[in-house]
């Protein structure tokens, strides 16, 4: 207990609030224990130093309980799962459209019900917006509250809250040009979501899955109960998300009018700008073990902060240069995680380069752990359902791999030629984040790849080169497309070399294992 008083304290808060963000209502009770502790160490002089500690953890695990307990729906009577069924909604765009097999898939926010419908299923697209008081509406997300308004017939505008999943018919082209921040009037009653049974026979509560995402419901919607409304004033976070994608979506056309084709145009638009992939791409990249390079993570962003810090290196080192140099890259590197939808890997990376930056501004340097670990304290703050996001667990295991693993592997050879060295250098870093994140890949997906090793020798350095050439054609490509039309040839080989690597390795005999490994055994 004396390490909570040394520089491991922030690491066992972080373990005392992650285990209240899982104990959830039974952290409540670590809140009454920290009491008792805090009057044991203000009774007892001799049990002062063990009480007082142990009264800092438990109040820690109190304050992770109680941010569980905060998001929890069941407390929020403005949740749409504690209200009555509803057959008119106002919803705002979360996402953009995801192409499914036979619909079309959108995530919405639920801001708004309209109560006393007499005859909500005669009522069409005209009159609902005739008697809706459009007034209320804009302001709804940023007053935070909708004023209860009469309308005509007796209809009465509620607010009400949640996520939502909504299905659109295929054949709906309109629904490719929704915006982040768009409104939408939709008719029809939520059902809840139902776990499916695979293809490999194995049942998946996919229900269970969705409400860790804070989602409880979905809805299929046929044409003629939709329809787009006057999108009101957004706040600032929806201006910031739709200028994003709506730049990333310019970036998308144009790749899409450009030399690149097939494979090679899905490849590139994963690396650069995190749009998904197909999935036979995405599996010979899966079975090769070098699917975290499609993945936009933190190598991504630092492969970009260096591009934008190289710009401005002609400023010195005088205190005011350096915070002058921390603010001009800081806004490009939270632009480019916007751009790339702040996906948990994404957002651990770009707040771990926040405080690295403010440590370096400030005359010290930050260690790597130090660094880790309040980027995650913070996240989980601003969103406790991170938790359970596979890609913010790996990313943050890959960089304790690193963090903790790679020193020790370094000292094992010191080799002094280049080629060598930079060939170890890439292996211990491909082992030591493998070794912290294969327990959890085994128990999820049962499977692992057996030449990963070999794999990354040849999709880093290819990765490398073609990320720094994705990033240029796409800032160039928003000024000068002529000029981006030609700079997507070498991007087009260096992908297309990335492409044939992936598939010849995947095709090597006994490439995934397969294995299997309990919740116990991780």
């Not at 029809?188 to 194995?202: A, V």
Request: proline content about 5%; overall charge positive.
């Amino acid at each position: 207990m004396s390490a909570l008083r040394g520089e491991n304290s922030l690491y066992l808060f972080l373990s005392a609030y992650v285990s209240g963000l899982l104990l959830g209502k039974a952290g409540l009770f670590f809140l009454i224990a920290a009491l008792l502790f805090w009057l044991l160490a203000r009774l007892s002089r001799p049990a002062r130093f063990w009480a007082r500690n142990l009264a800092l953890w438990s109040l820690a695990i109190a304050v992770g309980g109680l941010r569980m307990e905060v998001q929890n729906p069941c407390r929020d009577p403005k949740h749409y799962l504690n209200q009555p069924p509803s057959e008119l909604w106002l919803v705002a765009c979360r996402s953009q459209s995801e192409d499914r097999p036979k619909t079309q898939r959108v995530q919405a926010e639920v801001l708004a019900v309209l109560r006393h419908v007499p005859a909500a299923d005669s009522l069409t697209e005209k009159e609902f917006r005739a008697n809706v008081p459009l007034g209320s509406i804009g302001s709804v997300r940023e007053t935070g509250r909708v004023e209860e308004r009469k309308a005509k017939d007796g209809l009465v505008w509620q607010e009400c809250r949640g996520l939502v999943q909504l299905y659109f018919p295929k054949a709906d082209t309109s629904l490719k040009r929704l915006q982040y921040g768009d409104r939408l009037w939709l008719r029809g009653r939520l059902d809840p979501i139902e776990g499916f049974t695979g293809s490999d026979g194995e049942f998946f509560d996919y229900g269970a899955f969705m409400a860790k995402k804070r989602i409880y419901g979905r809805m299929f919607l046929r044409e003629g109960n939709y329809g787009t409304m006057p999108a009101g004033c957004l706040g600032l976070s929806d201006r910031l998300y739709r200028m994003a994608f709506s730049l990333r979506d310019k970036v998308a056309a144009f790749m899409n009018r450009s030399p690149l084709q097939g494979s090679e145009l899905s490849v590139a638009q994963s690396l650069v700008l995190g749009l998904q992939g197909s999935d036979p791409v995405e599996e010979a990249y899966r079975d090769a073990g070098i699917v975290h390079v499609l993945a936009v993570s933190g190598m991504h962003l630092s492969i970009f902060a260096y591009i934008v810090l190289g710009l401005f290196r002609f400023l010195g080192h005088k205190t005011w240069q350096r915070w002058l140099r921390f603010l001009l890259v800081l806004g490009p590197v939270w632009g480019y995680s916007l751009l790339t939808g702040l996906c948990p890997s994404v957002a651990r990376a770009a707040c771990m380069f926040t405080f690295v930056g403010l440590g370096q501004c400030l005359g010290k340097r930050v260690p790597l752990m130090r660094s880790l670990a309040v980027s995650a304290l913070v996240l989980l703050w601003a969103n406790p359902d991170m938790m359970y996001d596979l890609g913010f667990l790996l990313s943050y295991l890959a960089v304790a791999g690193l963090a903790l693993v790679n020193p020790w592997l370094m000292k094992i050879w010191r080799p002094k030629r280049r080629v060598p060295k930079l060939f170890w250098e890439m292996s211990v870093t491909s082992v030591s984040a493998q070794i912290m994140t294969f327990p959890v890949i085994l128990s999820i997906f049962g499977t692992f790849p057996t030449y990963f090793l070999f794999a990354n020798w040849i999709a880093v350095p290819l990765g490398n080169a073609a990320l720094p050439i994705g990033i240029v054609v796409s800032l160039v490509s928003l000024f000068w497309e002529g000029l981006a039309f030609y700079l997507t040839y070498p991007l087009d080989w260096t992908v297309a070399l990335m492409n044939a690597s992936a598939a010849w390795i995947a095709r090597w005999p006994m490439a995934v294992g397969n294995f299997s490994m309990s919740l116990l055994s991780v």
